[in-house]
């Protein structure tokens, strides 16, 4: 299993995108996706480089697990 690395925000957004998230709004420097059935949104800054903190803690609240990130980041 490849190791999770910073991407930049439009990279992640797309993964999220593409696993039925939707944006809603963006407020500053911070973009907001939702998903019927996810509890709470996703919060995803605009970075050149998204931290493997960030990644994760959103692939959590997701329910996206490593393996499906890493097969969504291949389509892109």
Do not use: C
């Amino acid at each position: 299993m490849p190791r999770i690395t910073p991407i930049d925000w439009r990279s992640l957004v797309k993964v999220f995108e593409a696993e039925g998230f939707t944006k809603v709004r963006q407020k500053g420097s911070h973009i907001v996706l939702e998903k019927a059935g996810v509890a709470r949104p996703l919060v995803i800054p605009i970075y050149d480089a998204i931290g493997i903190a960030i990644i994760k803690s959103n692939l959590k609240t997701a329910g996206i697990s490593r393996e499906r990130y890493f097969e969504l980041l291949e389509q892109l």
